[in-house]
Each structure stands twice: as C-alpha cells, then as structure tokens.
C-alpha cells in the first residue's frame, strides 16, 4: 500500500517551526509495519494545497494530510478536500452541537468563526478528535483515501493511533495486529547490540517478528515489531523472542517501552520514600536537570550541586581537609559522595566527577569520569575514559552517572565495561 | 521565482530523524527575501527519486536537493540527476584530487568507495564543499535550475550561504544584497512589540525595510529585513531603523544578531575576570545548565546549587538561623544571594527561588519568582508571579533570573514590569 503524507502550513514551509510532526507519524507507521512513501510540504496557499491533493490522490493509496483544519480564514484543508474530490463543503450539525458543547464545558460561548470547522465536504466521513475542536475527517480524491488530521501535536498523536492506524491496518488487508516491543540500553553500540541478538527473530518460524534499532547517543532503542492474528496472538509469538532479548542484553536493558532511564530510577527511589543528592563537575548539571522535571521529584531530589572543578566541589560538599591532588581517583568519588549524603541527609548521593583532557576540543578529546554512590550501607564506584569531543565526553558522563545509579538501585554490578570507553 | 526544496534519504522519510535541515534552508532563504514554495521529501529509491525530480524540474524555477551525495550504495543523487537531465555520469577528475588531497591531509588512505562521490553528470558545474567529501553541483532539469547539497548539516549551510544563495540571487533577477539584522529580547509580548514598533519600515520610503519576528516562548526575534543595491546601500538604509528599534525597545532588547543572552551574560562577566555562583530551587538546575556548555564557562561558573525547597536551599548554601517561614520575599532571595557569594567567593551570585502554587497542574497554575543578585558593592532584587503551568512557570523563571542578571551587569534596572507577570 503506497501511503503519502502531505503537512500543511506556512510555519512549516517558511521552517519557521521544525516539522516533527511528520517524522512523528512516519515512526508510528513504521512501528505497524506500514512505511510513507512520499512527503510533500506546501503553504496555506489554494492552488498548491489543490495540486498537492491532486497528485497525491493520483498516486497514492492512502493520504495523510496535517493541519489546515483550525478557525482561520488560512485554515484551507476542508474547502480544498472540497474542490479536490469535486464535492460541496455543507454544515455538519453533529460537530457543531460537538464543539458547541466543548467551549460549554469551558464555560465559554463559541466564537463564530469556530462554526468554520464544522465546515466538511458533502461525503467526508467523521474521524472523531475527542480533546479538540478540529473535526479530522476521511474522504476519497483520485484513488486514494485522503485522512485529514489536526497540527496541534496532542490531537494529532491521539487521532492518528485511536482511528487513522487501525483504518490504515484494515484497508491495508493485512487483517493483523501489531504489537511493538522496545528495549532502551546504555553502554553497547548498535552493531554490537545487532551481532549479540543475532537469531532471535527466528525463534518465531513464520517471520512474523522483525528486529530493529533507533541510535540516539548515548542510549539506543531495540524495536521488536511483531505481527499476529489479534493482541493475544502477537504477545504470545512475541513472548519468547523478549525473553531471550532480556536474557542476551541482561543488565544492559535500562527501561522499556514508555520508561526512560530518569524515570526509572525516581521510580525505585520512591518505591523505598528515598531521597538524592547530586554533585556534578563539567555536565552543567545535567544530571540534575534530567531527574529535577520529572512528577514527583521535587520530593525526592534534595540537592544538586555543580562546581568548575575538584577544588571548588570539595569546598561545596566540604569533607575535611584540603582537596586532593593528582590524579582522580574512584576514591575521591567516593568520599565526596558520602560527604554529600551526610551533609544533606538523602537517603543516596551520586558525585559525578571529571577530569578533562588538555587543550582545544576535538575528536581525540576525552575525559576520566570517576562516579560513586553512597547509599545505607555500601558504596560503589567506577573509573571509565570516554573520548569523542568534549559535548560527547559531557553526553556519556551524565549518561553513565545515571546509569551506574540505576545498576546500584537494582543490585547490578556498576562496573560493567561499555563499548565506549577506551582503556 | 518558484523555489522548491527536495530533501532525500529513508532516514528522514521514516522519520528516524527530524527534519532540520528543511527549516533551516527554509528560514536562510526567507531571510534573504527568497520562498519556498513546494517541499517533497522522499526515500532512498530509484524510482521516487526521479519521480520528484521531474515533477519539481516540471513545476520550479529553482530546486535545492538535499541528501544523496554520500559514498555508499544507497546514495543516489547523482545518479539520478544524470538520469532526469538525459546525461551521463563521468568521473570529474577536478573533484577527485580533491578529495584524495583531503585524506591525505588527515593522513589517512582514501577508501576505493569514495571513488563514487566524483562521478558527476556530465552538464554539471561544481559547488564547492570546503569541509567534506560530498561534491554539491547544480544542472539543468526540466525548466529549474537544481542545486545539489550534502545532507550533513554543517557542509549544508555552508554551501547554503556561500555558493547557493548568491547563485539564487543572482536568477531571481532582484540585483540586489540583501542583509538581515536581528534583536532578541525577553519580557515584552510579540503583539506589545508588534505595537512598539508601528512605522519603523516607514523610515525607508522605499519600502525596503521589512519587519517580522519569531517567537520562542520566553524570548521573541525580532528581525529586519532590508534589500539595497550593495551591502553599503542596505546597511545604510538600516541605520536609521536599527536605531529606533533600539530606541523603542530599549533595556528589553537582550543580545543582537547571534549573540544569546547567555552568551552576553558570559562575555561580560569574562570581562571583569569576575566569577559567577548559582543558587536554584524548582528549575531542575537549568539556569547554571545554560551558562555551563559555553567556551570559557568552567573558568566563570565557579558553583551551581539547586535545592528543592528553601529550607534545603538555606542549609545548603548555610545562613545564619532558620530558614524563614511564611510568603518568600525579595530579602530572602537576598540573603541567600550574599550568603552564597561569601561562601563561594565568586565575583557575583545570583539566587532564583520559587514559591509555586499548591494543587495539579493546570493553565492557571502559577509561581512567585524571588531573583536576587549579590555584587562587589550593590544587591538587586525583584518579585514577579508568572502564570501557565508547570513547565512555563520553570521556563519564565530561568529566563528572568538570566534576563535579571543581564541587566544587573549592564547597569539596567532590573525591576523593570514584564508582559508576562500577573500581579
């Protein structure tokens, strides 16, 4: 099935805002094992808007257009949907009494330009938008089915998996669910990752399982799509192949599906009504400022601490005597995270120290990360050198500062070997 | 001139990664008086390729490709564009040294697959590409002119601004130079500036002068287009605009052109060879993780404190007595600000707190802002309440304590009254 996707809007098109709302749904496609074949970017502008209905509907099976559907007078989708497929744009009363009650709720009337939305060509068929005033709809030009749908983000995300996907799965014939799976691990690359899963999509015979990877550094995302009669059928093929994922990444896997590794870790911390202290050298207080945002941390992250450099961290956190010299040690980690946790009272601190690399950043340029714990009753720490540039050093310092945090919570050794550090 | 943009590659059609590239050419040409009209994006296939460009090479005057031009077997642009122009692809001896010179200068053999990057079509003229392996080149498809750039977003814009956009100009027959100068401020609305700055383009009676913004919650762009003979004529019909602008928006306009209000904050600190500590509650630490990543930041930022409430931020920075209790106050966020610069022996301190409103979040939820700045011989202080939500409330609170301490090292007031607060 040749699918088309068509974002509207002269925010788009001027690059005033970056379109991520296509990369959004070509992801959610791919994920259901359905692929965009062709893009088209055009302005609220009549005749492009036309010519691109046009020839999409020419050459495609089914169209995903985006935005346009909003009150304005440069909102055009409805009326050029309109003129494309040769029909009327007539008042749908069912969408008018549906927005109507929308702004009641809100305790406000409806403006009338508001009346524009329920606007909708004579043979569109209602593809429901139950948190906005965007009526998305479907309709044939050419031959293809056209699916419009709503720029704000939020709508489009619940209108596109809620009703246009499983409409996209039925006209495609497929007559199967499918189900995606995603492992999210830290500390092994992704050529690595693919050689130790080696197989694991033929433990299910029929081909129904497909393997694949998102690299966004330092973390990398292992997609299983899986494709079944029903739900049940596809968790039950998809059962053994994430056992033996689990099994062949073990302590690897940081979080999967829907988690991330900062939400992870709060989650165990609040599980035992726990709290943190973070100190950070270099990362700008990344670290931090990744947990700091997230429900419920304002409870649970006690204090952050950023200094330029050892010297300035000792004197912050205060163990006695003078800062040491030399070389970074696991050691001084250690005592600056358990200086940390006493001086504060968490319940665990993390000291995330670097000792960075002389002179002008470049690719060779790379840093000694010296990370430590401090918990109830042990302590744990690790040495690692990451080289790459200093925003690369920076990027898998905060990385693996959380990360080894995420081990200590779960009773996993920190001191595993990554597949990007250089000894 | 219609200008179309085709951006190539399975990477960008599936949506792995988002789609910056297009912005970015979109918003280059847009500064420079030029539109896009049309964008297309496709895969790494043959047949789609061609396709597009016979369609855009049918439909423009001009076409920026984007993507292909890379040495391995999935990058097809030359190919292609061979195919579409009815030419040959030939070795271009020229391009060939080149890129054998530039291993050479990184002491490195060039791989044979390399090789592919110098077949050129026949009719093409080559663009040069200082920093990389990828041969941009323009030729004759259809009725447009079509200009092939590299997909690596470094090499792209300089492509883009040395060699594409002159050529641009120079087809679209405007004869003229065109030069963009842009304000950033923060703190005043788009449609309060909008106001602000009724009639300024009238200043040029030749209408040469064009004004438009782009707002980035919290700071607004406000940019002046100006078209001349040379860039003499335009900068000297600027001047007199530029001068108003500055006039009318006075102590709000915080960085100009590519400067950022960090990046200000840092150079005049570096200036004073003075150092900065910071003291923040609520904003995840993402004030001192806005001055940390600039070049020289690790000599000024000497400490950064994030604290999750104020009874943690006063043991944490440490003093005298109690924390207070009750509503935050001006003099709260002063003592703490003093109280840090002694203890860290930093030049100036700046302290951010925030009283945030009980209950879920919301669009009224909102946050008492307490920002103070501790100097050599004088504090400053101020207190707004800014409303929206959460995530807002975070966001307005890190660019008013960095728009604050702006003003402080300037000699501006810094209790100056935003759009943004509620009182």
Redesign the interface.
Known sequence: MLIEVI?TGDE?????????N??????KL?DVGL?????????DDRE?LLA?FK?AGARADAVIVNGGLGPTVDDLSQEIAAQAAGVECVLNEEWLARMESFFLRRSRVMPPNNKKQAMLPSTAEIIDNPIGTACGFALDIGRARFFFTPGVPRELKRMLEEQVIPRLLAKSGLQTTIHLKRFHSYGLGESHVDSLLTGVEDLVPDGSVKLGF?AHYPQLETKLTVRGRDLDDARGKLGPVEKEVRKRLGNFILAEDEQTLEGVILAELAKREATLAIAET?????I??R???LPG?????????????LG?LW??VGPPGDPPRGELTREIAEVVAMTLRRA?GATYALAVLIDLDEGADRIEFGGSICTAIAGVNEIASRRSRIVGGR?WV?LGAVEMGLDCLRRYLQGLPVTERIDFEKT
């Open positions: 974002c788009v098109l001027t690059g005033k805002i970056v379109n991520s296509f990369s959004y749904m070509a992801q791919e692929a965009v074949r062709w893009g088209t970017t055009v302005g492009t691109a020839e998102r270099f990362t700008s207080g990344q931090a400022a947990v700091g945002p941390a304002e409870k649970i992250l006690r204090r952050g601490i950023l200094a330029r450099d300035d004197r912050a504060t925003e920076r």
